[in-house]
């Protein structure tokens, strides 16, 4: 995940302070987990994706930051989803706390 993030720092030549934000950002990420979740939607069985991010919030200026990060990944990851499954982004920090849990976000791409 942090490879694909990185992809979108686009900054590394223009704006090196930005891009060095940009980065600190992403190394705070410490771990990703991923399990499927299933739930019913409009009466049916839906499978879906839990993706569990630790972070570090020393790598944040302060929570509200941390918070926009996260918002950021759990919109970006309904573009590699179908529209017959979901992603739901639950984000701790090294303590284990949650500080937050993200309702899920269905699919974008079009069933083949």
Known sequence: MKHFLRLFDH??????????????????ILQVEERLIDRMWRGRPVRGHLLLLTLDP?????PGEMYRFCRLINQAMACFVSQSTYVKLDVYTQNRKVPWE???VYGAWMDM
């Open 58 to 62: 020393d790598c944040y200026a302060n």
């Open 11 to 28: 900054y590394a030549k223009f704006n090196r302070p930005l891009s060095r934000h940009i980065r600190q950002h992403i190394d705070g």
């Open 102 to 104: 993200f309702n899920e």
